[in-house]
């Protein structure tokens, strides 16, 4: 839940006269917190002092009280406006001082209410509905000319993230990446996440899904069977891939080979380099991957899986792409735009082996979602625990063991 | 010899209670008003005789009580002065005579916004490196920034918790050896902290409760004469001890208001 916020400013000698202490200690014992944004220091006896304060609390009534306990003592609420709009000059264009977001919590005020905008992605702007009563993020070429978009600072605050209740590894900062951790503890963790969240579907929550953003080199390595199983047992909701790990999977079942290897021998067969195209071939020829899985083409595997069990699949293509198998979107507007449809009820995303599949979930996910980045690549978990979330995990380690661990966890009996 | 110290004072014509906005009015508890006079009389006689001090007197005004309660004026510093702004209504009726009174005389008038309460010598008062400023009862804390940026001094809020002790002329009277008169329990712990800090506990002269409820720190204090409500033999010895000659008054007339000696004067210059 997002705490309740105002800014304060105390103005005079507050330090030498315990004022700041008091104001401090008062929104603490009646259950508040605070930032101390700024705290000017007068440089002479007889230069006054002067400090903001973000105060929070669980409740606007608690904030009210706090707020009225600590004005007498000459902590006044910073004067706010509203933020300002522009209407957009022409489609797929913001105006010129257009505010990009954040993947924090953020809300602007409209006509003297704070409004939050909904949902929380970073990188593109706000655009507000002509009501002036609501407001919702939006990628820049999805703006229509005369769109009420969101300018310049004020009236516009971003709440920075609370630590998790969850005593899990998610409620450290585990900003560090390194190869060198031992990272039995983390799969448990995340396992123990899992396993909740697929408790709270059976139950009818909504919320509560799990997003798997993955790439090819699962299949190559072997963790093909792991998250068959993840996904036919129920603990995999959404799919982010692009066209190889889908055909690769689909490969496996109809040659024995990823990429021509033979996966049980690991030895490459002759001609084994065109099966994927094959693959790719006979798909085209049934039409979709859900066809071929439901005519019984394609009985195991991830897509198989996923078909069975209903799985929301995005496949996003790219420009190295053979084929692509029907249902690649090769627009990447389109793609990025179905990846973020799929994303609302998204409550823990793995982002397992796959450059450009993690950075693009990671640009569209809010700071909320407790994220586990999964490379041999150190760079990849790097880049995403560089967003500065406290939700957010990196390893290095081989897709294939991270799957099959994570896989044993929650039951899987190879 | 000391410069002379000159006191406004203004005469009790028109004192009664009309009013009660502190726990100490209580319309049913009239003034006498010859007792009050005969009081008034011998304060300022005390004032002007034994002290040395040199009175200006205000034209008392019908209908204004309390314009006798001088402290409230406002804060004059040389040539600067801040006009009240009450907190109460009905002692806002007395501020453009206040005002009037300074321009009269020459003063530059400088005024707070009117949505800042501060009432003048009665809750800013101080030695000559530091005021203390009294907020929570009648003066708004937000005041005392601007009055420290007008008269270039530092200013230390202190909060009043006692709603008798509403002023802090009522509770605080810094003395001219640098001595503290003063009773504890009308200000909130922090203050309590940052006078110690400040006051050296030599210097603290606490009065005790009994005392403080008779206004012994609304006291007037020139050079080492003080001038204070009769009755209050242990501040009385408090003071001796540390040399100063003390002149008890009877003003119990004026209690029945909420002010003793102080309030019913205001240091200029």
């Known amino acids: 839940m997002t705490p309740v916020q105002e800014t304060v400013v105390l103005k005079g000698h507050i330090i030498d006269s315990l004022i700041l202490a008091k104001v401090l200690d008062t929104i603490v014992m009646m259950g508040g917190t605070f930032d101390l944004k700024e705290v000017q220091i007068g440089t002479t006896r007889e230069e006054p002092s002067r400090a903001k304060i973000v105060v929070r609390a669980t409740s606007s009534g608690l904030l009210a009280e706090i707020l009225q306990a600590i004005q007498p003592h000459g902590a006044s609420v910073e004067r706010e406006s509203d933020c300002m709009l522009e209407p957009a000059p022409a489609d797929g264009l913001f105006p010129e001082t257009f505010y990009a977001t954040t993947h924090l919590p953020t809300q602007i005020r409209l006509q003297g209410r704070w409004i939050e905008v909904e949902p929380i992605e970073m990188d593109v702007g706000i655009r507000v509905d002509r009501g002036l009563t609501s407001a919702r993020t939006v990628p820049m070429g999805e703006v229509k000319k005369g769109d009420l ?25 585990e900003a560090q990446v390194s190869a060198e951790r031992p990272h039995g503890h983390i ?40 998250l068959t199983w993840l996904i036919d047992s129920g603990f995999i909701h959404v799919l982010f891939c692009g066209n190889a790990l889908a055909a690769h999977d689909m490969e496996a079942h109809l040659y024995g080979t990823s990429l021509g290897y033979r996966l049980s021998a690991g030895r490459a067969v002759p001609h084994g380099h065109e099966h994927h195209l094959r693959t790719i071939n006979r798909i085209r020829a049934i039409g979709s991957i859900e066809k071929a899985v439901k005519s019984g083409v394609i009985t195991d595997g991830i897509m198989a899986a996923c078909v069975r069990r209903g799985v929301q699949v995005v496949m996003a293509g790219t420009i190295r792409d053979d084929g692509p198998l029907p249902g690649v979107l090769t627009d990447s507007v389109k793609a990025q735009a179905a990846m973020r449809a799929a994303l609302p009820g998204v409550s823990l995303a793995l982002l397992v082996a796959s450059t450009l599949h993690a950075v693009a979930t990671g640009n569209l996910l809010p700071a909320t979602v407790p994220t586990v980045c999964v490379d041999v690549n150190p760079a990849v978990p790097t880049k995403l625990a560089d967003r500065g979330s406290f939700q957010a995990v990196g390893l290095v380690m081989d897709a294939a063991s991270f799957l099959r661990e994570l896989a044993r966890e929650l039951g899987w009996k190879p | 010899m000391e410069a002379m ?83 109460h209504p009905e002692r806002r009726r007395e501020e453009p005579y206040f005002e009037a009174w300074f321009l009269d005389q020459g003063y530059e008038v400088i005024k707070l916004d ?40 530092q200013i230390i809020p202190v909060e009043l918790v006692d709603s008798r002790f509403y002023h ?22 922090y203050a309590q902290a940052v006078i110690s800090d400040r006051i050296g506990q030599d210097r603290r002269l606490v009065v005790p409760e009994s005392e403080a409820l008779r206004f012994a720190c609304n006291a007037v204090c020139v050079a080492k004469q003080v001038v204070l409500p009769a009755g209050c033999p242990e501040t009385t010895k408090l003071l001796e ?5 003390t002149h008890p008054i009877p003003l119990d007339e004026y209690m029945k208001s909420g002010g003793s000696a102080k309030c019913l004067t205001l240091a200029l210059d």
């Open chain 1, 149 to 173: 978009i969101v300018t310049g600072r004020e009236g516009i605050r971003v709440v920075p993230l609370e630590r998790p209740k969850e005593r899990d590894v998610f409620s450290f900062m």
């Open chain 2, 241 to 245: 001890a540390r040399g100063y000659e």
């Open chain 2, 5 to 87: 110290s000159r006191l406004l004072v203004c005469a009790p014509d028109y004192f009664r209670i009309d009013y009660e906005i502190n726990p100490w009015m209580r319309l049913s508890n009239s003034v006498v008003l010859d007792r009050a006079r005969t009081q008034w009389y011998e304060l300022t006689r005390v004032l002007a005789m034994k002290i040395g001090a040199s009175l200006e007197r205000m034209q008392p005004v019908p209908g204004l009580p309390d314009l006798v309660f001088t402290a409230n004026a406002g804060v004059v510093v040389g040539q600067r002065a801040v006009p009240s702004r009450f907190r």
């Open chain 2, 168 to 189: 802090l002329d009522t509770c605080f009277c810094p003395l001219s050896g640098g001595e503290l008169l003063y009773y504890p329990p009308a200000f909130d712990p």
């Open chain 1, 187 to 226: 799969i448990a963790d995340v396992a123990r996440r899992m396993q909740t969240l697929r408790d709270g579907q059976k139950s009818g929550s909504k919320d509560g899904k799990v997003l798997l953003a993955a790439g090819p080199a699962i299949i190559h390595a072997g963790g093909r069977d792991a």
């Open chain 2, 114 to 153: 009117k949505d800042l309460s501060f009432e003048g010598a009665g809750d800013l008062l101080g030695f000559p490196d530091a005021w203390f400023g009294g907020y929570r009862q009648r003066s708004d804390i937000r005041a005392y920034p601007r009055l420290g940026e007008i008269f270039g001094r």
